[in-house]
């Protein structure tokens, strides 16, 4: 599994950069509850989401733990996280995976973020969890976007 996602925001790479690893960002633009990071080489990369009300049918309450660890920081350029889970609430957890984020600015100020998640499981709770998190980045990646152009 690789998905990719591509977007402008007119907001600095730092500004961007740093809205991943904040917690008060975190919360605004992607609903974390809690979060535990530091963007530094072996800096652990832990965000905690409510349980949902809504269950899947696969995959049950959403919410939970994603955790990984930060094996890049790039000030202005991006990061990189390996050995990443996703521990629901309910059921066994899935991963491993690898997250990379990269931002390049444009000469009108605009930033180009890049995300890319990977990972290769197999059943049928990998690929409900592929589909669900596509749609989650989408509706995550339009409020960062909202975040960081007010």
């Known amino acids: 599994m690789k998905l990719e996602f591509s977007l402008l925001i007119n907001a600095s790479p730092d ?52 955790r990984g660890t930060v094996m890049q920081f790039d000030t202005g350029a991006g990061f990189f996280i390996a050995d990443v889970y996703w521990l629901p609430p ?16 444009n000469e009108t100020g605009a930033t180009r973020v890049d995300i890319t998640q990977s990972g290769f499981e197999e059943g049928v709770r990998w690929q409900r969890y592929c589909e669900v998190i ?17």
């Open 15 to 66: 500004r961007i950069l740093n809205a991943f690893f904040d917690a008060d960002a975190l919360n605004a633009w992607w609903g974390v509850t809690h979060a535990v990071t530091a963007p530094r080489p072996l800096g652990p990369y832990a965000l905690e989401w409510s349980p949902s009300e809504f269950r899947d049918e696969v995959l049950g309450a959403l919410g939970g733990v994603l």
């Open 134 to 150: 596509g749609v989650g980045w989408e509706h995550a990646l339009a409020s960062l976007k909202r975040l960081l152009e007010r």
């Open 90 to 105: 309910e059921g066994d957890p899935i991963g491993p995976m690898a997250l990379e984020v990269t931002v390049t600015q």
